[in-house]
């Protein structure tokens, strides 16, 4: 064989050598971190029942400041909380020592200090767990058990990015009267026999309070996150119009993530994969009300989307509004470890998942067994959605590995 031709022969041996050898590491790469998340996954399933029990061994931290250690910038809370059962007791029980109206917003909602000096916001109870809201898929007062509901979900989806909210009772005439403010005092009233509220708020009326069974209300309360992590809120870039007649950009531009790709935060870091993220969790609980969302301040695009808010969601079982999937299927990106563990949760796993983790809240059951069958079969509408973009697109373009280190020193 001439000279010409060996080298000819090695170079391409060598070009064989090299794209096997990357093709193979890039192999075992994906298949180390598809084992991962399956260990993840069996993890969160072995760890869904969180007992409300008082104890904290090996500690003298209060709960309060158990959590408040949590937050890190891509968590609220960490994959191993042996102590979250203690922390959601203590949110489910210590002692009510303060009572105000709540903080800004167009729903009613009360803001209670607790025994510790821990803040949390109290949602009143409003609907029956079998009540429809019927109309738009944003219609309806806020429901209380859906704040549960969401955060479990969030718990189950591995994001963490929920803060924490637990079921309580409460008693209006001597847990909160004592201690409320006068402005959240004077909006109390009594309709029949029983102790009402209407706080202060965009829609607050007095005319539609919030009423007790006798004076004993359920609501549920969501954990005040630490003031050293302050928030910043952004509009949401598939937010709606709430105009009848007006459409948003994303509701007839069918290019219009690739304009949100060119803009900031969007168009580099985590950010854009987190607005896929929350559109699934929000179809998935039927939340088509996320106009705006929070992330922590000065983050350039680091930080997570902050799962606030999930209230308005498990209205309508039979409803399942596709507009809240737009993200996903204008963009057709999802990170591969979300995929993966919509993967695992077929099959009905994840309705059984949800019932089991809800199973010790203090208002269980937290939701109709018409709203947990809805939400596998939302779940198989996601899933065809990922197929029709990698069908189309193929699984390297759609399917994006993004995986961050979290550190909780």
Known sequence: MKLKQRVV????????????????????????????????????????RVALDPRLEHTLQSPWEIAAQWVVPREVYPEDTPEMGAVMHAMSTKKIVKADVGYKGTQLKAL?????????????KRYARDYIVEGEPYAGYDRHNAEVAAFHLDRILGFRRAPLVV?????????????????????????????????????????????????????????????????????????????????????????????????????????????????????LIGNADRHHYESFQDDEGASMLILLDNAKSFGNPALDERSILAPLYQCCIIRVSTWNRLNYLKNGVLKSALKTAMSHDPISPVLSDPHLDALDQRLLSILATVKQCTDQFGPDVVLVEDRMTLSHL
């Open 112 to 124: 209670l200090i607790l025994e510790g000096g821990q803040k949390v916001v109290f949602k009143p």
């Open 167 to 283: 079921g309580r009772f409460v008693n209006l005439r001597t847990e909160i009267k004592p201690v409320a403010t006068e402005q959240l005092l004077g909006t109390f009233m009594t309709v029949g026999n029983n102790t009402c509220f209407y706080g202060k708020c965009y829609y607050c009326r007095e005319t539609e309070p919030a009423c007790a069974d006798g004076d004993i209300m359920e609501g549920s309360v969501t954990l005040w996150l630490p003031d050293v992590w302050p928030l910043q809120k952004h509009r949401h870039p598939w937010g709606r119009t709430y105009r009848e007649g007006k459409l948003a950009r994303w509701e007839y531009d069918e290019s219009y993530c690739d304009a949100v790709k060119k803009t900031s935060p969007y168009d580099s870091g985590p950010r854009l994969l987190d607005i896929i993220d929350t559109a699934v969790f929000d179809y």
């Open 9 to 48: 022969l090695l170079a391409i041996l060598l070009v064989i050598f090299i794209f096997t050898k990357v093709f193979l590491i890039d192999n075992l790469d994906t298949s180390a971190a598809n084992r991962e998340d399956q260990r993840a996954f069996q993890r969160m399933l072995s760890g869904l």
